[in-house]
């Protein structure tokens, strides 16, 4: 399935080094606004080790990592939503995307100017905020108008939209995201047709200095953070130019310098993770000989609808789904032990996916 993040945020607050660190894409970067005009788009692989391992098991001809997308969308400035600097064009990209990665800058240095001349990431990440809410306010009363003409004349349909985009409308006045409106489960698929910016699931990224990284205490990532839990959102911390100066590195190079400064991960399996998380997604494999692979499906996602994922004809020839949880893969080291130990499950059409099911689906031709 196609996904992809956003990354956003103020003119040189580092989001280009970030996405070049993820991408290895070579974006331009220059200490100007508007140097990401186009945005720039980048496959990425989805790091884990579990499909490391069950390669080691399997010992296939091809191993295939789960991807994403991520796109580095030009920096917003303030007055965006009336066409300031590029808004236009920013708006029209942002919209495109599934979830946004929200950079704010939570560092010092003198070489790189600031747009508003002062560190402040809060406060940055309110100016982009504000603007798309001015955008999503917009757009969203122009929908009413419309919608509001059929829900008077009696239609059904019509009067259910129209009373989930009040509530949205009333929480975009107060200045707040719409994500933020208190929706039932079966009015979401309401909100997707109005394709609001702000309805987009948000993670913050605080991109810190190389010195900063080694210091427990950061004022401004610990002000971004308090920021992010009263939004719900997800935070990650990560230092773009050092992420940049390690991407070039092999994984078990860089496997080996994360451990030597006691760390697990990198920011940026760190922030794709989040990204995961972010998306609600969860992934399950496939494994034989001639290929072991990651894949990519929603939470919540049944055997069938897992299966589509990989052929859409899947779906509608399922027949039933042979299932091993990669944790007893991972402790037998043997998929003939793990049928010895019974533990090899046969699931039917409602079965709902977990993260780490290894599954071989039985489908009609």
């Not at 003409?149 to 129209?162: D, I, L, S, Y």
Request: aromatic share 6%; charged share 30%; hydrophobic share 40%.
């Amino acid at each position: 399935m196609s996904l992809n993040c956003g990354i956003v945020g103020l003119p040189n607050v580092g989001k280009s080094t970030i996405f070049n660190a993820l991408t290895k894409a070579g974006a331009e970067m220059q200490n100007y606004p508007f140097c990401t005009i186009e945005p720039n788009k980048g496959i990425v692989e989805v790091p884990d080790t579990r499909l490391e391992r069950l390669a080691e098991l399997y010992k296939p001809q091809k191993t295939i990592p789960a991807i994403m997308e991520f796109v580095d969308i030009a920096g917003l400035v303030k007055g965006a939503s009336q066409g300031e600097g590029l808004g236009n064009k920013f708006l029209s990209h942002i919209r495109e995307v599934d979830a946004i990665c929200h950079v704010v800058r939570a560092f010092e240095d003198e070489n790189i100017t600031h747009v508003h001349g002062k560190i402040n990431p809060v406060e940055d990440a309110q100016v982009v905020t504000l603007e798309l809410i001015f955008a999503d306010l917009e757009s969203a009363e122009k929908q009413h108008q419309k919608i509001a003409r059929n829900a008077k004349a009696g239609n059904k349909e019509a009067q259910e939209t129209v009373a989930v985009l009040e509530k949205i409308l009333n929480v975009l006045k107060e200045g707040k995201p719409a994500r933020l409106t208190e929706i039932k489960p079966e009015e979401k698929k309401i909100v997707k047709t109005f394709n609001l910016i702000t309805s987009k699931p948000v993670m913050y990224v605080a991109n810190i200095s190389d010195k900063a990284a080694t210091q427990n205490d950061n004022p401004l990532v610990e002000a971004v953070k308090r920021m992010a839990q009263e939004e719900g959102a997800e935070v990650v911390t990560l230092c773009g130019k050092f992420e940049e100066e390690i991407s070039g590195l092999s994984r078990e190079e860089q496997s080996e310098f994360l451990t030597e400064i006691g760390e697990t991960q990198s920011g940026l399996d760190r922030m794709i993770h989040a990204a995961y998380k972010l998306l609600g997604l969860l992934t399950f494999f496939t494994a034989g000989e001639q290929e072991v692979r990651a894949w990519t499906t929603d939470l919540g996602s049944t055997a069938p609808v897992a299966a589509s994922v990989i052929h859409t004809d899947f779906e509608k020839g399922f027949i039933r789904a042979e299932v091993m949880k990669f944790e007893d893969l991972d402790r037998t080291a043997s998929p003939a032990k793990v049928k010895e130990e019974g533990k090899l499950r046969l699931e039917g059409k409602e079965y709902l996916v977990q993260d780490g099911d290894v599954i071989y689906f039985r489908v009609n031709a």
